[in-house]
């Protein structure tokens, strides 16, 4: 096995080379490549990477041009897990017949997918990849929205977010389904590693993936990743709207090692109102309307739920 | 990269990052790599700037927010010291800004057809926080 | 090598599935990504019997869908090695975006098709509806009739489909049951020399090669996918036929066995022609000997190769026939069927006056027996009589109530 990268601090991150390159085709301030950057630069290892169709994708490898520094393969939107754990597979076949070209590397091998390509149409090909267990590390960039396709609700879009297939209007305060408690139900995979991460807790996020590298077996990472296009934020506010939504608690911080080893990785040192959160995007503006007012306090209850779910779990390790 | 007739590229769509053997690429920055024209990183999103980062190594401290959380790769440190802006592949959303916790910041916003020189002369002084 | 070898007898008895499973295991397959479906099923499961027996060396993944069957095929084989899977029917259906992605990324991967009707309503037996499903997709497509056939297609499809010139996917078909499940004398070849027949794995644009990190699967606009199209069209029309024919008569030198884009029988002097594929060609074989002994010149073509489809060969074989029937196993909806299209296709702008009629048959498993056969060529034979089709153009054959006639 390889030694791990040495990250003590920013400063030592920051000489990092990077493989994933600029001139890319997404949005100015969108969150998906800081987690990208922050995945791949926390290896120096060999990367085979594959991503799902989605922002990411079709941003970053549009004929003649890729934005990637290291093998990487998109076949469809439901299987980006499915093609990772393919090559992961003639890997393991190469290995063992002598075959690999550079025998002495140790690569890693990773699919990103968005909210729509993990929740909704590839659920079942990530649940088969955690299933079987590829050593391969699959990662959700959960902006909690189709973005790619116009902003159309998937099954991460939170209670009361206006998406254009649940519109808030005259009767309607938009979504009315809660988000998939994804990482619960990979986690419920008893896989090795699952955990919530977002960009702006780097450090924490790091750790994470490297934890999810070492670890023999299938990993499932779900990213914050705040879009400033369908949130309806302003592009510099990408970070400020990550702060808000890990010290709200809506995006707590934690990992589920082998399915009943619950850690909270981040306890805020002083806890935003959920109302901040919404306040700060657009998709939530009609709900500061005195009519569903009842709504934010709602969002905060479910939040302090879940808050309270997770620290029962951890102190029961279950 | 100009449009080729359909007998003259690779089969499959494929595309290569490199010329030639990659040798050890995370270890490797940027300006040693040898990119094929099919990198992004050889095209630029220059155009797609309104207002730009203009930075003032006066006051920066080496603290690398910039470098984490620039989305673009824009961000040029070396050494654990930021040196300069990659504007061929900046798109101008202003994050470095944002999260630069320098007083006064070391990376403001001005419009893409301002002049670094003038701006910098000009850089505003230390904000007192009212109490 | 870490495996075994397996000891066979100059003919063994097995059916089409253990035929292709067994040609699986000689050509030494890398990675299997694959799903179960009726009648598919055993070849997957003889090629994982195979790796717990230490008779092969590889990776078999039992995904959890036909779709990600072809998703981990395309995955693995874009790694940079040899892949194969088998499916059926719903599952190839399942499979059909896929498809299309694994030729377009150029992608030697070989799939096994076990022939069987699509549903609604649900049926496990042969037609060929999954067969014709994938014919645009930009694969190409070999049909055994035989468990002969099946097994020894498979090497051809892999020397084929693994060529640098080519790279493209191949299916290899057989009819669900009939070949399938049916047990016939096969003539094996020992495994050493089965496997010189497709030779090492040669990768290309492998992503395992991390000295040279490469890109599959981009985005094409307005701007590019028309000659990236272009081009596996260019490709499947100039370089595949050649290697087709390149691999036959290899496999002909080192066996005996002679395979033929078109499959010609008793064509030469023959008045009237039955074109059709999978089983029925053996059975129209027979029929046609008999009829040759009513006086009536009865020949076969059967299509060996579907895609690239060998237009200029059947024109040539077809080339002074008088009358002409094209069987097709699958229903048209609401059209004159694959076959019937192809061959006038093939023959509109030749100097041919054949009369060209149109049967549609055995939907479902439903059996095309000698009686439906002799009654056809005794049809074209009235029309040759008649100087011009003397029936619609478009019969169905064996289907119960009112006889069923269009266009």
New interface residues.
């Given amino acids: 096995m390889s030694e791990m990268k040495k990250i003590k601090n920013l400063k030592e991150f920051s000489t990092s080379a990077d493989r994933f390159e600029g001139a890319n085709l997404l949005c100015p301030g969108c969150a998906h490549s800081i987690i990208v950057r922050e995945v791949l630069n926390a290896t120096n290892d ?1 990367l ?1 990477l ?1 991503a799902s169709t989605g922002c990411l ?2 941003c970053t ?4 041009y ?1 934005s ?9 939107f ?2 980006g897990s ?13 290995k ?2 002598g ?4 025998p002495d ?1 140790n ?1 890693k091998f990773v699919a990103f997918g968005g909210d729509g390509a993990s929740y909704d149409i590839g659920f ?2 990530i ?2 990849c955690m ?2 267990g590829h050593n391969m590390m699959y990662v959700v960039l959960d902006n909690e929205v189709y973005a790619n396709t116009g902003g159309q609700r998937s099954s991460s879009t939170p209670i009361g977010a206006n998406a254009t297939t649940s519109p808030a209007g005259r009767v309607s305060y938009g979504e009315t389904k809660n988000k998939k408690d994804i990482v619960a139900i990979m986690g419920a995979h008893n896989i090795p590693y699952a955990a919530q991460v977002a960009p702006n807790k780097w450090k924490d996020m790091v750790k994470k993936i490297q934890h999810g590298m070492e670890v023999d077996g299938p990993v499932f990472i779900n990213a914050v990743s705040p879009c400033t296009t369908e949130w309806k934020f302003d592009p510099k506010d990408t970070m400020h709207l990550t702060d808000l939504a890990t010290d709200t608690l809506v995006f707590p911080l934690y990992e589920i090692i082998d399915g009943h080893e619950l850690n909270i990785t981040y306890r805020p040192k002083n806890v935003i109102p959920v109302e901040e959160y919404l306040a700060a995007q657009g998709r939530f503006r009609h709900l500061f309307k005195d009519e569903y007012k009842y709504l934010i306090k709602e969002w905060q209850e479910r939040v302090d739920a879940n808050w309270a779910y997770l620290n029962r779990r951890e102190e029961a390790r279950v | 990269m100009a ?5 003259e ?10 010329e030639g ?3 050890d ?1 995370a270890g490797t920055l940027q300006e040693d790599r040898n990119y094929t024209q ?1 990198s992004s990183f050889s095209a630029s999103v220059a155009d797609w700037r309104i207002e730009k980062p203009v930075f003032n190594k006066d006051f920066c401290i080496d603290c690398q927010f910039c470098w984490i959380y620039c989305p673009d790769i824009s961000i040029i440190s070396r050494d654990k010291k930021m040196i300069g802006i990659d504007m061929d592949h900046c798109k101008g959303c202003g994050i470095c800004v944002e999260v630069c916790p320098t007083n006064p910041k070391s990376l403001l916003m001005f419009p893409e057809q301002a002049e670094e020189e003038v701006e910098i002369a000009n850089w505003p002084a230390k904000e007192t926080k009212e109490k | 090598m ?1 495996f075994d070898k397996m000891e066979l007898r100059d003919i063994e008895v097995w059916d089409g599935n253990f035929a292709a499973a067994q040609a699986l295991r000689q050509c030494q397959i ?2 299997v ?1 694959a799903y179960p479906i009726t009648p598919s099923t055993p070849i997957v499961e003889g090629y994982s019997k195979f790796l717990a027996d230490n008779y092969v ?3 078999f ?5 036909e ?2 069957a072809m ?11 040899r ?1 194969a899977t088998a499916t059926s029917s719903q599952g190839f259906a399942l499979m059909v ?2 498809l299309y ?1 694994a030729s ?4 030697p991967i070989i799939l096994n098709v076990v022939n069987r009707a699509l549903a609604a309503p649900l049926n496990v037996n042969g037609d060929h509806a999954d067969m014709y499903l994938g014919r645009d997709s930009g694969w190409i497509q070999f049909d055994a009739y035989s468990p002969q056939e099946a097994y020894d297609l498979n090497f051809i499809a892999f020397r084929v489909a693994e060529d640098h010139d080519v ?1 493209l996917p191949a299916m290899v078909h057989q009819d669900g049951f009939m070949t399938s499940h049916t047990a016939q004398g096969v003539y094996t070849m020992d495994d050493d020399t089965a496997y010189s027949f497709v030779g090492d794995f040669k ?1 290309m ?17 307005e ?2 996918h ?3 199209k ?3 069209h ?2 499947l029309m100039t370089k595949v036929p050649a290697k087709i024919e390149e691999a036959f008569a290899s496999f002909e030198k080192l066996t005996g066995r002679k395979y033929n884009q078109v499959e010609q029988y008793d064509m030469d002097d023959a008045d009237v022609a039955v074109v059709c594929m999978g089983t029925s060609v053996e059975t129209a074989r027979e029929v046609a000997t008999e009829m040759r002994e009513k006086g009536i010149k009865a020949g076969v073509v059967g299509l060996r190769v579907i895609r690239p489809f060998p237009f200029m060969e059947i024109k040539e074989a077809l080339e002074g026939i008088k009358a002409i029937a094209t069987l097709d196993r699958s229903s048209p909806n609401g059209a004159a069927g694959m076959l019937f299209n192809e061959i006038a296709g093939a023959l509109f702008n030749s100097d041919t006056k054949a009369l060209l009629s149109g049967y549609v048959y055995g939907l479902g498993g439903r059996d095309l027996t000698k009686k439906h056969l002799v009654d056809l060529y005794t049809e074209l034979q009235g029309n040759v009589d008649a100087g011009k089709v003397t029936t619609p153009l478009q019969q169905f054959i064996g289907v119960r109530g009112p006889k069923l006639q269009f266009l």
């Avoid at chain 3, 993944?61 to 869908?65: C, D, L």
């Fill in positions: 060999d085979v594959a994708e079709v490898a549009v004929y003649p890729t990637w520094d290291a093998s990487w393969i998109h076949i469809g439901e299987n499915t093609a990772v754990a393919g090559a992961e597979a003639m890997y393991k076949a190469l063992t017949k075959r690999l070209k550079q590397r690569p079942q090909w649940s088969g299933e079987r | 449009n080729t007739g359909w007998d590229f690779e089969i499959g769509a494929m595309l290569r990052t490199f053997e990659a040798g690429i099919n | 870490a890398d990675v990504s060396e590889g990776e993944v039992m995904v959890e869908s779709h990600a998703s981990g095929c395309i995955g693995a084989s874009a790694a940079g090695g892949v975006e896929t992605q377009g990324m150029r992608l790279r990768p644009n492998d992503m395992l090669d991390f000295e040279h990190p490469v890109t599959h699967g981009v985005q094409t606009e701007d590019w028309y000659e990236h272009a081009r596996q260019n490709d």
